[in-house]
Structures are given as structure tokens and as C-alpha cells.
């Protein structure tokens, strides 16, 4: 069964730093296309935070760029980060990390089936005190 586990969370000062980390078990690391992290504000929509591809491309959306790194332990990318710093008031949230990873199965003959699947982390509170 896949599993994520989120730690990290914390009542953090305005300007300050955090580091979230998320394991995941049950999961091959060579299956997991993408890691992510994502978050959601009082009475807002989940969002996108950071991503971090197979490949090792980030892509960190416009409201935290130069502040948030996402980063992952290379030697197992089962374990990954989002380090935060510079907090603000609206960086307050449920932050939630996300993995997405491939299921291939046998098919007909020589043929494999693929498919994808994402897997979520419980949430982790960040709190931002002005």
C-alpha cells in the first residue's frame, strides 16, 4: 500500500524558514514520474507549490519563486523536501505532498500496461505569525 508521511509543519515568524519533508512507501523509486508539493489556504482551492520531475526539473509557481526549494534525496527520491524561506502571512496553509508514479502490468503477449496514479501526504500546518 502506498503511504506518504508528512513532517515539518510548525507556527513559524513572518521571515522566517521551514523545511517540509515527505516519505513514501510502497513505491519503487523508479516508478515515481513526479514529486510535488501543494497547499491549501483557509476557504481556498488546493495549489500547486513546487514540482521536481524524473529528470530533476523543478518548476516552482510565481508566488513562492525565490523563496521555496523542492529537492529530493537522490540516492532514494522516495524522500523529498520543500524548504520555504522569507515566510508570510498568506504562506499559511495545509501543505500536502504528492507523488505521482507509473503501475505497469503485463498485457496481451509482449504488450505492458501503464498506468499512472498519484498518491497524497496527510498535510502538513504551517502557520505564519505576523
Known amino acids: 500500500q502506498v503511504q506518504l508521511v508528512e513532517s515539518g509543519g510548525g507556527l513559524v515568524e513572518a521571515g522566517g524558514s521551514l523545511t517540509l519533508s515527505c516519505a513514501a512507501s510502497g513505491i519503487a523509486s523508479t516508478s515515481i514520474n513526479s514529486n510535488a508539493w501543494y497547499r491549501q489556504g483557509p476557504g481556498k482551492q488546493r495549489e500547486l507549490v513546487a514540482q521536481i520531475n524524473k529528470d530533476g526539473r523543478t518548476n516552482v509557481v510565481d508566488s513562492v519563486k525565490g523563496r521555496a526549494t523542492i529537492s529530493r534525496d537522490n540516492a532514494v527520491n522516495t524522500v523529498f523536501y520543500l524548504q520555504m524561506n522569507d515566510l508570510r502571512p498568506e504562506d499559511a496553509a495545509v501543505y500536502y505532498c504528492?507523488?505521482?508514479?507509473?503501475?505497469?502490468?503485463?498485457?496481451?503477449?509482449?504488450?505492458?500496461?501503464?498506468?499512472?496514479?498519484?498518491?497524497w501526504g496527510q498535510g502538513a500546518q504551517v502557520t505564519v505569525s505576523a
Open positions: 504528492n507523488v505521482n508514479y507509473r503501475v505497469t502490468t503485463k498485457g496481451w503477449g509482449k504488450n505492458f500496461n501503464h498506468n499512472d496514479h498519484g498518491a
